[in-house]
């Protein structure tokens, strides 16, 4: 079983900035990718960024050079740092987790969201 807990979501005003964290703990052999996705009131989940095991990344469009996706391979640990959040950024944010288990293999796992409010 693997756990996933995202925290540092909070109320945030336009330009401002924030980080969250997501920390994956439980029988993990290796952790492939970790993603960050976000779903707002009404809206479908989105991707909002993904890093590798290697450190390669990708983001979506709307947040590229405001984002950034970083991990510690040591910690199990992935961090969204929010720099210029724009009140379209309000979303409640999950972190994605795809790790391998001695017992199930390969499996995605989610935590349960932290909220992140941009407004002023």
């Known amino acids: 079983q693997v756990h996933v807990v995202e925290s540092g979501g909070g109320l945030v005003q336009p330009g401002g900035s924030l980080r969250l964290s997501c920390a994956a703990s439980g029988s993990i052999f290796s952790i492939d990718f970790m993603g960050w996705y976000r779903q707002a009131q009404g809206k479908q989940r989105e991707l909002v960024a993904v890093?590798?095991?290697?450190?390669?990344?990708n983001y979506a469009d709307s947040v590229k050079g405001r984002f950034t996706i970083s991990r510690d391979n040591a910690k199990n640990t992935a961090y969204l740092q929010m720099n210029n959040a724009k009140p379209e950024d309000t979303a409640a944010y999950y972190c994605n987790v795809a790790a391998y288990t001695p017992r199930y293999g390969r499996g995605d796992y989610w935590g349960q969201g932290t909220q992140v409010i941009v407004s002023s």
């Open positions: 890093i590798t095991s290697g450190g390669s990344t």
